[in-house]
């Protein structure tokens, strides 16, 4: 009998030790705990051959597989040099991935800034990057090109179609640096593919760090340049708002820490002028923004944002959420509080939300980190989706 009171007595003091039982509500610390966004490195500096990994993009296609770019630098952390874009992809929603596989390669010089758009109409997944065939000396003094090419998947990004140059067509002549993305371009409601660009104009009279888009009408087989956004823009991330507007997010270099934005009423083939955003705090640097989800298809509109939120330091990788439409950015969680710097953005099909995002301890480019994390999780809890 002695030895039967001995085994229930842990038998309940085990189960008192695991929380709750089956069937009763999680206490708040679990619940909590319950909530945390779950981060893996994808991408480690120092390792497969390559000195270090930045510039992430990432984007899901329409059966659900997830495509992580970024651009592996050969030799140094240099945005100038031997630079591959790679890409990783997985098909259980961001649990597990395939082996790193090489997208773009420039030889000794660089193939980055990747910008992955999905059709949604095909299917089809189109990937913008530059390439160069000098150092960024060279380019800035007009002695380089920095030339625009798109390559496209029909497979969820297995293989790849031989890229296509298509500077001439989205690039003026007297342009030198350039830029595609960094980050996801979108697919407008009208079937129109979008991605945020930036330039070098010497011979514009202020700022000559400019944004801009580039277009598509014709799913990818020709591409257009679309509206400027000039005096000190630079990296941007775009968004179609529920009225059909297109907001365009910008890197500012006019000194106050803050994001700049403009808005285009004729799908991003012009811009008015920008202004800053007191809200989205950066020390200047890249950011990502994306639609969560929308009143169009019967749910809430809300929005969310991305980007190191100190007005110094590439530090605080925090996360926003805007449910007006890019007007204000009420909600806001720190997802890394330690050195970050560049990051995207994508939702999944069952709603988790997913950052790709540059991190570290001594600095922001020590690996690329995947967070996964439900809207739950922002929110502490106060508005919730059902994650299927």
């Known amino acids: ?39 893996q490195d994808l991408y480690v500096s120092a390792t497969q051959g390559y000195h270090s990994f930045r510039i992430p993009a990432i984007v899901v296609s329409n059966k659900g597989t997830v495509l992580a770019f970024a651009c592996a630098r050969k030799n140094s952390l240099s945005d100038f040099g031997d630079i ?13 991935w395939t082996p790193m596989q090489l997208v773009a390669d420039n030889g000794p010089y660089v193939a980055g800034n990747p ?23 060279a380019i800035k003094e007009g002695r380089g090109q920095r030339t625009v090419w ?8 297995a293989t790849w179609s031989k890229p296509v140059e298509i500077t001439d067509a989205v690039k003026k002549k007297h342009w030198r640096c350039y830029a595609t993305g960094p980050c996801h371009g979108i697919q407008l409601d009208g079937g129109r593919l979008l991605i945020p660009c930036d330039h070098s104009d010497h011979e514009y009279g202020g700022h000559y760090f400019c944004s801009h888009v580039i277009y598509s009408d014709d799913h990818g087989k020709t591409w257009k340049l679309g509206g400027i956004v000039r005096n000190g823009m630079n990296e941007c991330v775009a968004l179609e708002t529920v009225d059909g507007r297109v907001c365009l997010n910008m890197r500012c270099y006019q000194g106050k820490s803050r994001r700049a934005v403009a808005w285009s009423s004729d799908g991003g083939e012009t811009f008015g002028e ?5 809200a989205l705090i950066e020390p200047v640097c890249q950011a990502s923004m994306i639609r969560f ?61 997913c950052c790709l995002y540059e991190s570290g301890a001594k600095n922001p480019y020590e690996r690329l980190t995947l967070a996964r994390f439900g809207l739950d999780w922002l929110t502490d809890g106060s508005d919730t989706v059902e994650r299927k």
């Open 1 to 39: 009998m002695l030895r039967v009171r001995l085994v229930v007595s842990a038998i309940s003091l085990a189960l008192a030790l695991a929380g709750p039982t089956f069937g009763q509500p999680a206490s708040p610390p679990a619940a909590k705990a319950a909530r945390l966004p779950k981060q």
């Open 84 to 96: 591959d874009v790679v890409l990783r992809r997985s098909l259980d929603g961001g649990k597990t």
């Open 115 to 137: 910008a992955p758009v999905v059709d949604r109409q095909t299917g089809a997944i189109w990937l913008t990057y530059c390439q160069s065939d000098k150092d960024e000396k």
């Open 150 to 157: 798109v390559t496209s998947s029909q497979d969820d990004g």
């Open 274 to 278: 920008a202004a800053l955003d007191d």
């Open 293 to 353: 989800s929308d009143a169009k298809r019967g749910d809430k509109n809300r929005v969310l944002f991305s980007n190191p939120a100190d007005a110094k330091r590439r530090v605080r990788m925090t996360i926003r959420l805007s449910d007006d439409e890019c007007k204000t950015w009420p909600v806001a969680k720190v997802l890394h509080e330690g050195p970050s710097a560049y990051s995207d953005l994508c939702v999944l099909p069952d709603k988790t939300i």
